[in-house]
């Protein structure tokens, strides 16, 4: 969906392509960025333009929010919601909305990608993909991938109106009011209202102004959730609608990441400088980082890159810290491959108000794979796989513990 036409409605994926898989020869470090690559899409953060816009039957790609559950009943339950570090509640990053057409099952397809907020833990949990097997590692970022048919028990088989008038259909677990995100298990014993995912949460939320509203709210619904990152539509672009020939670098032949821009410094000082400083010994990674910012100075205000296809490869800043194939872990409900899927870039940060510090939270580039075969499993939620690379305040770095 372009940004030109975002208003028509969010029932088209944000790029599709069927027959997936990873080459097999070669890992995602192989880079050779002369040949022939494959096609991607580039997702964008813009304010929805009508309230209904990012509901769930609309099937939206949203960052931000609460997130739009495809399967509004059956949500990641047990330990799967909560970060492995610190063991509080993920927190909702974005979603993408990806059917694919070669299986009804997958009518309907949706990415949810869910953060802990801590970049101790950001760090602690690069540090354990790195340390220990990927799929045996502690995790503070987790990737949830749901699909159905297009006859389902929650949406009409019709495409949406995008009106305003669109319904699901049956109701929806009810979700914790502090978060909005995870399933409300648990119940104030006070009022019988304020619904929570987990203890922790139900501190939280009694200390903030709970405790204020508790008697009052007895019979009658809780104020909105409060932890969480401001809302927007995700809309897609092709990267090849951008002007590829656009010059990268300045008259004396040095790399811009784009002309000269004093929105775009305000928006990333710090992503920008370094992304106009090189300083890298490794050739490798330093052939590795031109392209990376050449690719990105097509349109800087990315957010997300797309691209499921057999020839896909992640767009890496550095050569080191990619992962090798044995390092993505097979699916663990039907032991296919893990294929790479899309990309979230470090601009998503300045759009989610993080705070821009040494101690704020902070990534390079977050790779998510899924499995090839998008098979049904045994939940609801299956569980996917994502590979981070860490930008530390100052400079790319990567904890190389192995």
């Known amino acids: ?13 944000l790029v599709q392509f069927t027959n997936m898989r990873i080459d097999e020869e070669g890992g995602d470090g192989d880079v050779d960025v002369d040949e022939e690559e494959a ?23 949203k960052a931000g929010g609460t997130p739009a559950w495809l399967d509004p009943i059956n949500l990641p339950s047990d330990k799967s919601y909560l970060c492995d570090i610190c063991g509080e509640p993920l927190r909702f990053l974005l979603q993408a909305y990806a059917p694919l057409t070669d299986k009804e099952s997958t009518f309907h397809r949706t990415l949810f990608v869910f953060i802990c907020p801590s970049m101790s833990c950001l760090l602690q949990d690069q540090h354990e993909q790195w340390k220990h097997h990927p799929d045996k590692g502690s995790r503070s970022i987790k990737v949830f991938r749901c699909q159905l048919p297009r006859n389902n028990q929650f949406y009409s088989s019709e495409a949406p109106k995008n009106n305003g008038s669109d319904k699901p259909l ?25 619904r929570y995912c987990s203890k922790i949460h139900q501190t939280i939320h009694w200390s903030s102004d709970h405790k204020g509203q508790c008697r009052s709210l007895e019979g009658s619904k809780d104020t909105a959730p409060k932890a969480d990152w401001p809302e927007y539509e995700i809309i897609n672009e092709d990267e090849s609608e951008f002007n590829t020939e656009e010059s990268t670098t300045n008259e004396d032949g040095n790399p811009l990441i784009t002309e000269y821009d004093p929105e775009f410094d305000v928006k990333m000082p710090e992503l920008r400088k370094a992304l106009l400083t090189t300083d890298n010994e490794d050739e490798g990674d330093t052939k590795t980082w031109e392209s990376f910012r050449k690719r990105i100075a ?51 940060l300045y759009y989610m108000d993080v705070k821009n510090d040494t101690n704020s939270l902070d990534w390079a580039t977050i790779v998510v794979y899924t499995c090839e075969a998008s098979c049904d499993g045994s939940f609801a939620y299956q569980e996917e796989f994502a590979w981070n690379i860490e930008y530390i305040f100052g400079g790319w770095s990567m904890i190389v513990n192995r």
């Not at 969906?1 to 994926?13: A, L, V, Y």
């Not at 550095?318 to 899309?342: N, V, W, Y």
């Open 298 to 348: 097509l349109a800087p205000d990315q957010v997300l890159r797309y691209s499921r296809h057999v020839d896909s490869k992640p767009l890496w800043p550095m050569l080191s810290g990619q992962p090798s194939r044995h390092e993505i872990p097979k699916c663990t409900s039907c032991g296919s491959d893990r294929a790479f899927e899309f990309q979230i870039l470090p601009q998503l």
């Open 1 to 13: 969906m372009s940004r030109e036409s975002s208003s028509n409605g969010n029932c088209d994926s």
């Open 39 to 61: 096609p991607v899409g580039l997702g964008f953060v813009e304010k929805p333009e009508h309230e209904w816009s990012l509901l769930r039957h609309l099937f939206p790609s």
């Open 170 to 194: 049956g109701t929806s677990a009810p979700l914790c009011s502090w978060c909005g995100t995870w399933k409300g298990d648990k119940i104030c014993s006070n009022c019988k209202t304020a």
